[in-house]
T-cell receptor
Framework: GAGVSQTPSNKVTEKGKYVELRCDPISGHTALYWYRQSLGQGPEFLIYFQGTGAADDSGLPNDRFFAVRPEGSVSTLKIQRTERGDSAVYLC????????????????FGPGTRLTVT | EDQVTQSPEALRLQEGESSSLNCSYTVSGLRGLFWYRQDPGKGPEFLFTLYSAGEEKEKERLKATLTKKESFLHITAPKPEDSATYLCAVLHQGSKGYALNFGKGTSLLVTP
């Protein structure tokens, strides 16, 4: 069965450029999360969508980062004026239905997009 | 603020040498503690969820336990294919929903 997919798998960009990272969640998963993982660290929460709306964007580091999910499925993480410190693996995860029942709270992660800003 | 600390940072075991990984946490009102396995170049893979002190869960050679302050991931008679980074996370309730707050992970290497 199809899992969470992310494209591109690798992205190299120059400092100051704009990038878009895409996430295709598991079909039927209403909740979608973006995390950022630096080398030797655990994933760090960025933003969470429930349906089309950003339910919690408190993890976005600054206003250069923005994410959308216009139809409640695919999500795009957008980074403006990239900086070398933005280099990391960006992970997307979607959630099994039934968030209200925490016993079913299992996040399924994609393989990530490795972003390198030169 | 929720804190998750994992130890050791790295662990090297001989095949068959059992050991335990530790995850200590400080959280106001634990809503769930999660263990994930992460292989190089891949996203984390869900292993276990624990919700209350005293709870235990097992899967093959892995067993996760939970107390009020920490969780252990016990690995019995590990094999080289168990080599990976093991991540612990607590479920954090923000203003509008839930997210996982991860530790830095323990990098496990099992040698033949």
């Amino acid at each position: 069965g199809a899992g969470v997919s992310q494209t591109p798998s690798n992205k190299v960009t120059e400092k100051g450029k704009y990038v878009e990272l895409r996430c295709d969640p598991i079909s039927g998963h209403t909740a979608l999360y973006w995390y950022r993982q630096s080398l030797g660290q655990g994933p760090e929460f960025l933003i969470y969508f429930q349906g089309t709306g950003a339910a919690d964007d408190s993890g976005l580091p600054n206003d250069r980062f923005f994410a959308v999910r216009p139809e409640g499925s695919v999500s795009t993480l957008k980074i403006q004026r990239t900086e070398r410190g933005d280099s990391a693996v960006y992970l997307c995860a979607s959630l099994t239905p039934g968030l209200a029942a925490l016993s079913s709270y299992e996040q399924y992660f994609g393989p990530g997009t490795r972003l390198t800003v030169t | 603020e929720d804190q998750v600390t994992q130890s050791p940072e790295a662990l090297r075991l001989q095949e068959g040498e059992s050991s335990s990984l530790n995850c200590s946490y400080t959280v106001s009102g634990l809503r769930g503690l999660f263990w994930y396995r992460q292989d190089p170049g891949k996203g984390p893979e869900f292993l276990f969820t624990l919700y209350s002190a005293g709870e235990e869960k097992e899967k093959e050679r892995l067993k996760a336990t939970l107390t009020k302050k920490e969780s252990f991931l016990h690995i019995t008679a590990p094999k080289p294919e168990d080599s990976a980074t093991y991540l612990c996370a607590v479920l954090h309730q923000g203003s509008k929903g839930y997210a996982l707050n991860f530790g830095k992970g323990t990098s496990l290497l099992v040698t033949p």
